[in-house]
């Protein structure tokens, strides 16, 4: 009978530490997924500051330089072509969908040589 009365004790603590366990593995999960979301849109930004980099140095129109590099950037990211001299420089900022108050701006800068300047002086 003191078999029966042990098991019944016992049964107790294992649902109060399921009750405390669960919850923080739904959070890690959470977080998790939030992390590979944000990796995903850095990943996207530094496709979309190079795709427009190189459509700047090629000397596209600024129309087509902004739709490159708006096709690879993530949905509604804020890009801005700019030069300086004979470089060109692209930034993407953007961001990613966050978790209630969790949100952070993922940005890169791609900078390329125009061409037009490739070998003038050489």
Same mark, same amino acid.
């Given at each position: 009978?003191?078999?029966?009365?042990?098991?019944?004790?016992? *049964?107790?603590?294992? /649902?109060?530490? !399921?009750?405390?366990?669960?919850? /923080?593995? #739904?959070?890690?999960?959470?977080?998790?997924?939030?992390?590979?979301?944000?990796?995903?849109?850095?990943?996207?930004?530094?496709?979309?500051?190079?795709?427009?980099?190189?459509?700047? !140095?090629?000397?596209?129109?600024?129309?087509?330089?902004?739709?490159?590099?708006?096709?690879?950037?993530?949905?509604?990211?804020?890009? /801005? #072509?700019?030069?300086? *001299?004979?470089?060109?420089?692209?930034?993407?900022?953007?961001?990613?969908?966050?978790?209630? *108050?969790?949100?952070?701006?993922?940005?890169?800068?791609? #900078?390329?040589?125009?061409?037009? /300047? #490739?070998?003038? *002086?050489?």
């Amino acid at each position: 009978m003191r078999k029966c009365e042990r098991q019944g004790r016992d *049964g107790g603590f294992v /649902t109060a530490e !399921a009750a405390v366990v669960l919850p /923080t593995l #739904v959070l890690f999960s959470l977080a998790l997924v939030w992390a590979l979301l944000v990796a995903a849109a850095q990943i996207q930004c530094v496709d979309a500051a190079r795709a427009g980099a190189r459509a700047a !140095a090629r000397q596209d129109p600024p129309d087509a330089v902004a739709a490159v590099a708006r096709s690879a950037a993530p949905r509604g990211a804020k890009i /801005t #072509v700019t030069r300086e *001299g004979d470089l060109v420089r692209v930034e993407v900022v953007a961001q990613p969908p966050g978790l209630g *108050g969790l949100t952070v701006d993922v940005a890169h800068e791609a #900078v390329a040589l125009a061409e037009e /300047t #490739v070998g003038v *002086g050489a």
